[in-house]
């Protein structure tokens, strides 16, 4: 049987695809396959996926009409044969070591999923770029029990990434875990019900996976629904605690989650692409406050918590009803940068007493 089956879900990134897909051929473990779905691409994805294909029969490629990240995973599972299943995107890269030293880990202890570390690489237009190594300080976990009452420090790593993470195909078979066909969120969907069914989690401490953040990425585009999808995810992630009975214990995630999804929305409205006027923006803020949940959560969140001196202010302005400012803001950060210094001074412009952020 196979190792691994990687699976890369392909929208139009023909400009970053091949350094993809030659980091997965170029694996020091060559007993795997690399299952590439091409969803609907209107560039020269398809032709690059064929011309692999063609040249290496570890390469297989399905070809459909564009129905989304999370439909194009699931058809690559359908079609998986490896014990473990990998995820990459098509605009990352990976180590070459990627899957020998994981899958040695994961075979010894035969786990349900696998977590290790990546490296965050951040270009900017000019293609100049910076990294930072994120690297998991967690333990491994043998039961489920043991996995829940410790979600927190899962939680404060990359919880809902699939690329840092190896699962056991078996495990997903038994429990049904699939995607969803929802657009946005779907991986953090997936996760979720990964989670449901946790018991055995091994911890690699490191890194292999160069997640790419660009300047024009996908994430930075206007999503006229994404709200509704996000909050989609933060009442499944509440749901998910109810299920465990560890409401209490994780009060604090589940209000994050739904900041997130407040959090999320700004950051939409700030896109170039949103044509809504600020007036009309504003007007949407001040219905999802209206959300009771969300409202809680804004109100509970001390800002003295929050390690992020960004979102410390974006929640700080929300918190005031500030709506404007904190929209101006996220507009600043997402035109300069979060790490320019310009955005810092005019944070500690307004002149907050540290005070004003207790609860």
Request: proline fraction near 2%; include cysteine; charged fraction near 30%.
């Amino acid at each position: 049987m196979l190792d691994v089956s990687v699976i890369m879900p392909i929208y139009n990134v023909e400009k970053y695809l091949e350094k993809a897909i030659k980091s997965v051929l170029n694996q020091t473990n060559k007993n795997f396959e690399l299952i590439l779905v091409n969803d609907g691409s209107t560039d020269d994805a398809l032709k690059i996926c064929r011309y692999y294909e063609k040249k290496d029969n570890r390469v297989f490629v399905i070809n459909q009409e564009n129905k989304g990240a999370g439909y194009a995973r699931n058809v690559g599972l359908s079609k998986a044969t490896g014990s473990y299943i990998y995820f990459i995107d098509p605009d990352d890269y990976v180590e070459p070591n990627l899957i020998e030293e994981n899958i040695k880990i994961a075979k010894e202890t035969c786990t349900d999923v696998l977590m290790f570390g990546f490296i965050e690489v951040t270009t900017s237009i000019d293609e100049s770029s910076t990294s930072r190594v994120n690297l998991p300080k967690l333990t491994s976990s043998k039961e489920a029990r043991q996995f829940r009452t410790q979600f927190n420090r899962y939680y404060s790593f990359a919880p809902y990434a699939l690329w840092n993470k190896l699962y056991r195909r078996e495990f997903l078979i038994k429990n049904n875990v699939q995607f969803s066909n929802q657009k946005i969120g779907e991986d953090a969907l997936f996760n979720l019900d990964v989670y449901r069914h946790l018991e055995k989690v091994e911890i690699n401490p490191h890194a292999y996976y160069h997640y790419v953040y660009r300047a024009n990425s996908a994430v930075n585009h206007y999503t006229k629904d994404r709200f509704k999808q996000e909050y989609k995810v933060a009442k499944s992630f509440e749901k998910l605690m109810k299920e465990w009975d560890e409401v209490l214990r994780y009060k604090t995630l589940i209000n994050k989650e739904y900041w997130n999804t407040m959090y999320l929305e700004i950051k939409n409205l700030s896109s170039k692409e949103c044509m809504l006027k600020k007036e009309e923006k504003i007007k949407l803020m001040v219905r999802i406050m209206e959300n009771e949940k969300i409202e809680r959560a804004v109100i509970d969140l001390s800002n003295q918590a929050e390690k992020n001196r960004f979102v410390k202010t974006l929640l700080f302005l929300v918190k005031k009803k500030k709506y404007s400012l904190a929209l101006n803001l996220m507009r600043l950060r997402m035109d300069i940068g979060f790490k320019s210094q310009k955005l810092l001074n005019i944070i500690k412009r307004l002149g907050y007493k540290k005070g004003d952020y207790a609860q």
